[in-house]
C-alpha cells in the first residue's frame, strides 16, 4: 500500500532552519511527482514546491522562492525520501505541513486537486 508519511516538524526559533521529510514508501520513483503544501490555522492549503521525479526538475510558489529546496533520495526502487528544507523562518510560516504524490504534473504542479496522495502532515510552529 502506497503511503506517504511526514516527519520533522515541531518548535522552531525565527530565523532559524527546518527541514521537514516525507517518506514515500511504495511510490513508484518513474511514475510519481511529489510536492509539499502548507496550511495555515484558518486558511486554505496552498502549495509551495514540487519536484518532478523523471529528471528532478523542481517548482516552487512565487511567495515561497529562495525560502525553501525541495529534494528527492531515491534509496531503491521501492522507497523514496522527499525533503523540504526551509530556511529564514518567520512565524508565519507556522502550518501543517503535507507531502503529496500526483501522476505528470509537470504542468499542473501547483494545482491541489492533482494530487491523488497525501500523508497526514507535520506540524510546524514558529516563535518569534
Known amino acids: 500500500q502506497v503511503q506517504l508519511v511526514e516527519s520533522g516538524g515541531g518548535p522552531a526559533q525565527a530565523g532559524g532552519s527546518l527541514r521537514v521529510s516525507c517518506d514515500a514508501s511504495?511510490?513508484?520513483?518513474?511514475?510519481?511527482?511529489m510536492g509539499w503544501f502548507r496550511q495555515a490555522p484558518g486558511k486554505e492549503r496552498e502549495f509551495l514546491a514540487a519536484?518532478?521525479?523523471?529528471?528532478?526538475?523542481?517548482?516552487?510558489?512565487d511567495s515561497v522562492r529562495g525560502q525553501l529546496t525541495i529534494s528527492s533520495v531515491s534509496r531503491d526502487n521501492a522507497k523514496v525520501m522527499v525533503y523540504l528544507q526551509m530556511n529564514s523562518l518567520i512565524p508565519e510560516t507556522t502550518a501543517v505541513y503535507y507531502c503529496?504524490?500526483?501522476?505528470?504534473?509537470?504542468?499542473?504542479?501547483?494545482?491541489?486537486?492533482?494530487?491523488?496522495?497525501w500523508g497526514h502532515g507535520t506540524k510546524v510552529t514558529v516563535s518569534s
Open positions: 519536484i518532478i521525479r523523471r529528471d528532478g526538475i523542481t517548482y516552487y510558489a
Open positions: 503529496a504524490a500526483g501522476y505528470r504534473l509537470r504542468t499542473v504542479y501547483n494545482i491541489k486537486s492533482r494530487y491523488t496522495l
Open positions: 511504495g511510490v513508484s520513483a518513474s511514475i510519481y511527482d
